[in-house]
């Protein structure tokens, strides 16, 4: 930085500054019940991305959107469901007084789209308005861990207007049954869809690497936990699908941190 200002020099730097993990309270995490895709998912928190452009560079960025307003639905219950797309632009740069006017200028910018819908009007707003930002900044560098498969993305069902705040410390495990069947109602019973059938075997590769050994122990560790589990590659019931991908991902989220020496 010269005499305040920003130089094209100065952005190597500034990048891995934005880059640096953010601290461990900035994750959050919502259950696959409020996110309705069955399985939890963890990404960060929007003012803590903020936080760190204003930590590293206050004053020296700013962020332009533009809001889409799509089309309106109605959930299962008859309610409104307002639909909100965002554009999100981070400019990275300096303020200069030129000619009786403020202007910025640019030295860096990273672009976001992001969408959201809800039961609440401004729920939708603000959630397509943050998942725009969060991606516009990690092409800066900031959270980029939550699109680099490090940690997932997070995003609510559409009658869900608030995400889990971070969870306390798990017990440790104990002998006791920890089964947790599969629940089966009229809507959900039908065959697994080929979006599941897709993301089981995504994740069992990326688990198991193609390794009948630890594909079999996977198997095992699964009905552990899941009544009726007939196996991962038979066919199953669209909820016992969506029950199998949430411990896969659980399963996967903890060797991740394991290897981690978390």
């Not at 299962?76 to 965002?86: N, P, S």
């Amino acid at each position: 930085m010269k005499n305040g200002y920003l130089t094209p020099a100065d952005l190597a730097d500034l990048y891995e500054k934005l880059s640096a993990d953010l601290p461990g309270e900035a994750v959050q995490h919502v259950s696959g019940d409020q996110s309705r895709k069955g399985y939890d998912m963890t990404g960060y928190a929007y003012q803590y991305v903020v936080n760190r452009l204003n930590e590293v560079a206050f004053g020296h960025w700013r962020a332009i959107h533009e809001m889409k307003h799509l089309e309106n639905g109605k959930t299962e219950k008859g309610r409104i469901l307002y639909r909100k797309a965002c554009l999100v632009t981070i400019q990275i740069g300096n303020w200069r007084f030129i000619e009786g006017q403020n202007v910025f200028e640019v030295l860096a910018e990273a672009q976001g789209y992001g969408g959201h819908e809800s039961i609440e009007e401004a729920s939708a707003l603000k959630g397509a308005y943050t998942n725009a930002f969060k991606k516009a900044a990690a092409m800066l560098g900031v959270g980029k861990k939550a699109y680099e498969g490090l940690l997932d993305e997070d995003f609510l069902a559409p009658d869900q207007t608030q995400p889990q705040q971070r969870p306390q410390p798990q017990r440790k495990q104990t002998t006791k049954n920890t089964k947790k069947p599969a629940k089966q109602t009229e809507d959900n019973a039908g065959k697994m869809n080929e979006g599941q059938v897709n993301a089981i075997k995504k994740l069992v590769m990326d688990i198991t690497g193609d390794s009948p050994a630890k594909k079999k122990m996977l198997e095992n560790w699964v009905a552990q936990r899941i009544d009726g589990f007939p196996g991962l590659t038979e066919e199953m019931t669209s909820a016992m699908a969506a029950e199998t991908i949430r411990w896969l991902n659980h399963y996967k989220n903890e060797q991740r941190k394991k290897a981690a020496g978390q």
